[in-house]
């Protein structure tokens, strides 16, 4: 329970910072980090168990059939990237109340920051592969709002559809490679993966679960080719970069590498993919970062080269490499988010992020610059702080591979070459920002110090780059020990945290990249000449121009298929039908099964007949609308007849009640419509018509031969078995739709309502001539309202409602029910509206159809929530037989409540559809309709 509540309370504490935003902007920040708080008091009671090695998982069945459960697990990994997204959140959450301006909406600010904690929370903690790809997404589109938080920025709005449109396609790769595990392992669950990796790497299917899998780690850690998004994600507040850069968004890429290292690792294709992907993204991002003017553009190359050294010893394809992986995760986390808090005070107390004007900065903000060194350096590699004991490790383990043979060598050199880069992007960022001369041209002059508690949050993140670097063993060592054994499922390799191992060759290389790194930036003007020599690609501009594209293509595709004619998305349909079913039938050798044909009577055959002939009336009266609405009209007779004809009372009085109310509703709508339908089909189209209308035809009828002459089991036994005493009733149809599936009818209802609803809220108000003359150029009868019809539907509605009442009580046991005894009931009110007209109806039908329908839904819903309360399924029925005197024995069931919920619908949203039409004001130019 713990777990789900660690998950749960940033979700749940989003509402916090909203309400309290009018108590002003330290009550807000207040709100905001109570909920993380909480959560990271209730980690951290974890501590213990997970620094043992124990494992928790809690199990919460919800989708068996699909593999979807709500799985949560905590390890020594999860532990660690939860404790990284809570603690480092809860220092951002501190430093954002003094970054943002009194003009940001700072409510809306934590709110979105507060959904993407809890996002990445549920990634981190799911045992559920499925459960965790749904926060991954989640993950995706709160990041897209933080990143577009400044919504007024063309640059914040481009930034964020690019950063969402290449992790969203990442996330579309990697749930084609999660189902692709599903099905090869048969489980969504970590625990099951993970032990199945031996299974997965010998399926032929390996590869391309490989490669989807990549995908999704791939964009969402920003590694090449898929890093340009990244830089243009700075546009968002330096709050979010921070809390992005360092411990979540890009971070939730290499966490899944580390969590399915055990199910995916040790193969050629995994070093060769990842590594490779990895080395590439960690040379760019290291030159990159050199060439930014940018002081965030340079930490988000730098941010980028970091993952990749993180990628490439997850490549390397060996224990002790994950091992510095795990670590340089942890390392990263600590000095980037100080790195950019204090970027983010520069551009706060300057006005700018421009390298080339913020000059001399130790002069006006001594302490911001000694933490904002002590970061850098950490990031450099120099001894004594964390940065360089991981990046010894990875030179390390760059030295102890032979997986490139005799080139094996090319792949220590190139990481030394990248770390002198590091030293060098480092170095210009201490050397151009806090010395190198004044400041130019400031939009904010002079710069101070920030207020005091802004600096706090970097304070502790720089004293713990100092405090790991110096005694990693007492500080990090547990910690490192615990995410090791969560990620290689206990099977822990030895390492040493000591701060010296003697001279040696990874020593050596460390020096090299020092040496290098300063080379690199002594000689940065002939380097920036040769950088500016470079063809300049904006990537962004890129980017837009492929969507542009993208969708220009998508129009032409569009135009070319969706060119407005019905009947030709009908022809195209029926004919990709008639093609798929006749390909399936193909392989029999006969049509004709082993079953006998039902045979046929003269009763059977005179109303085939007859609807064989009325269809073909239907088509060839089609023109004169009132004519073929009548022939039409025996079609649905003759269904219902059908229907009675072969034991299907149920279906028969539906069918009736539906037609009825159907031909009600053409009828009305016909009284806007021309009386004839114009000729527009070309003679070569209707012959197209009448041949595809044939051959489907044709191929209905074979199919239903061809499927009613073979054997076929039926679920009907089952149901006429266990309909009484499953659900108390004799009508096996009712019980089906109120019991049985009584779900299904709460869906149905649900969306009758919305149509309701929705047919409603479009006839309102609407304007339409209303015709004056019929097709004969006769005037319409003056009376509206006939005598004959008026005492008709005055007689009637008693008794129609009577017979509904009947219907709708007797249908648990006999043909009824609350459908067939709602369109009843509609008909007869709808008649009355016919007779009499809208306000002499409605004066004396003072009901709301919008209420009956709420109330319909909340009686249905209400009826499957009590037997949830009583610990069975929900919408199961109970029935129980009562006695009393005079009346005699009777029967009582729920399943009568959630039917009365179906009725009330049922006339709700019909009257809703069929009484506004009535409504349909006359148009102001009360044109002629003929």
């Keep these: 329970m713990a777990l789900a509540l ?24 207040f709100g905001a980090g109570l909920a993380p708080l909480a959560a990271l008091v209730l980690l951290l009671t974890k501590r213990a168990d997970v620094f043992s090695g124990q494992t928790e998982i809690i199990h919460y069945t919800w ?23 809570l603690g480092i959140g809860l220092l951002v959450i501190l430093y954002a109340r003094y970054y943002l301006s009194k003009k940001d909406p700072m409510g809306r ?9 809890g996002a990445m929370l549920g990634v981190v903690l799911s045992e559920n592969l499925l459960l965790m790809l749904m926060f991954w997404e989640l993950t995706s589109l709160s990041s897209f709002l933080l990143i577009g938080y400044w919504n007024h920025r063309a640059d914040a709005r481009q930034g964020a559809r690019m950063a969402l449109a290449v992790t969203g396609g990442g996330g579309l790769a990697l749930l084609a490679g999660i189902l692709l595990i599903g099905y090869i392992v048969g489980s969504f669950e970590l625990s099951t993966v993970l032990a199945s990796g031996d299974l997965i790497r010998a399926n032929a299917l390996y590869p391309l679960t490989l490669i989807l899998i990549l995908l999704g780690v791939f964009t969402k850690s920003a590694q090449f080719p898929f890093h340009f998004w990244l830089p243009q994600a700075m546009a968002a507040p330096t709050p979010v970069s921070a809390f992005l850069h360092s411990a979540t968004m890009v971070k939730a890429g290499v966490f899944l590498l580390a969590r399915l290292y055990p199910a995916l690792a040790e193969s050629e294709w995994w070093f060769y993919l990842v590594s490779m992907t990895g080395l590439a993204t960690l040379l760019l991002g290291a030159v990159m970062a050199l060439f930014q003017h940018d002081l965030k553009g340079l930490l ?14 997850f490549g390397l394809d060996s224990r002790l490499a994950a091992v510095a992986a795990i670590f340089h995760i942890i390392n990263h986390a600590t000095f980037k988010a100080s790195l950019f808090m204090a970027a983010g005070i520069i551009d706060h107390e300057t006005g700018t992020r421009d390298m080339r004007r913020i000059n001399g900065m130790w002069k006006y903000m001594p302490h911001t610059a000694a933490l904002a060194m002590v970061a850098s350096l950490a990031m450099a590699g120099v001894p004594l702080l964390n940065g360089f004991l991981s990046k010894e490790m990875f030179f390390a383990e760059t030295l102890d591979q032979h997986l490139l043979g005799s080139f094996y060598w090319t792949i220590p050199a190139a990481a030394t070459l990248a770390g002198a880069f590091s030293v060098a992007y480092s170095l210009r960022f201490v050397h151009d920002v806090f010395f190198n001369g004044e400041p130019v041209d400031l939009p904010k002059y002079p710069p101070h110090e920030p207020a005091r508690y802004m600096k706090i949050p970097v304070e502790i993140l720089v004293l713990l780059c100092l405090l790991v670097g110096m005694l990693p063993a007492f500080t990090v060592g547990p910690l490192l020990a615990a995410a090791v054994s969560g990620t290689l499922n206990g099977n822990v390799p030895e390492y040493s945290l000591s701060i010296w191992h003697g001279f040696n060759l990874p020593l050596a ?6 040496i290098g790194g300063i080379l690199i930036y002594s000689l940065r003007k002939w380097a920036f000449r040769w950088y500016e020599g470079l063809p300049t690609v904006d990537s962004l501009e890129v980017f837009e121009r492929v969507m542009g594209g993208l969708a220009l293509g998508a129009r032409h595709l569009t135009c070319l298929l969706d060119n407005g004619s019905l009947q030709r998305y009908v022809a195209l349909m029926l004919i990709s039908t008639l093609v798929l079913v006749v390909y399936a039938l193909t392989p029999l050798q006969t049509l004709h099964g082993p079953v006998a044909l039902t045979p046929l009577d003269a009763i059977t055959v005179l109303g085939m007949v007859i609807l064989a002939l009325t269809s073909l009336l239907t088509v060839l009266f089609h023109r004169q609308r009132l004519v073929a609405l009548m022939v039409l009209s025996v079609v649905g007779l003759m269904v219902a007849l059908g229907f009675a004809r072969y034991s299907a009372p149920d279906l028969a009085l539906t069918q009736l009640s539906v037609e009825v109310v159907t031909i009600i509703l053409l009828i009305l709508a016909l009284f806007f419509m021309p009386d004839r339908t114009p000729a527009e089909s070309s003679s070569l189209r209707a012959f197209r018509d009448f041949v595809l209308a044939a051959g489907c035809g044709t191929m209905v009828a ?52 919305i149509a309701g609803v929705g047919i409603y809220s479009l006839l309102s108000g609407l304007r339409l001539p209303h015709p004056i003359r019929d097709a004969g150029g006769r005037l319409w009868s003056l009376d509206k309202h ?63 159809y919008h209420s009956l329908c709420g109330a319909g839904l909340l009686i249905a819903g209400a009826t499957g929530l009590g037997s949830l309360l009583l610990g069975y399924p929900f919408l199961t029925s109970a029935f129980d037989h009562f006695h009393l005197p005079l009346i005699g024995e009777f029967e009582l069931a729920t399943a009568m409540l959630f039917d009365l919920g179906v009725y009330l619908v049922v006339v709700g949203a019909t009257l809703l559809i069929l009484s506004n039409i009535g409504q349909v004001r006359q148009d102001d130019s009360n044109r002629e309709v003929v």
């Design 509 to 514: 290389m460390s020096f090299a990249a020092l």
């Design 109 to 117: 600010f934590y709110g979105f920051f507060l959904l993407f904690m």
């Design 300 to 313: 988000a190359y730098s941010t980028i080269s970091h993952l990749g050294l993180i990628t490439l010893l």
């Design 786 to 848: 006939p005598m004959v019809l008026d005492a008709l539907a005055r007689a009637l509605l008693p008794m129609a409602l009577l017979i509904s009442a009947f219907i709708f009580l007797r249908g648990h046991n006999l043909p009824g029910g609350g459908f067939i005894a709602g369109l009843i009931t509609a008909v007869a009110l709808i008649l009355q509206y016919i007779a009499h007209g809208v306000s002499w109806a409605q004066a004396r039908q003072p009901l709301s």
């Design 6 to 29: 660690i998950i749960a309370l940033p979700f749940l504490g989003i509402f916090l910072p909203l309400l309290l935003e009018r108590f002003g902007r330290s009550a807000c920040a």
């Design 63 to 85: 989708l068996p059939q699909l593999g979807l459960n709500l799985s949560l697990r905590l390890d020594g990994l999860g532990f660690l990237f939860a404790l990284l997204i």
């Design 702 to 753: 074979l199919l239903a031969y061809t499927v009613l002459t073979r054997p076929y089991d039926s679920i009907a036994s089952y149901f006429l078995e266990n309909s009484v005493s499953g659900g108390g009733g004799t009508n096996v149809v009712n019980v089906i739709l109120v019991d049985f599936r009584g779900f299904d009818t709460l869906g149905e209802i649900a969306v009758l309502a």
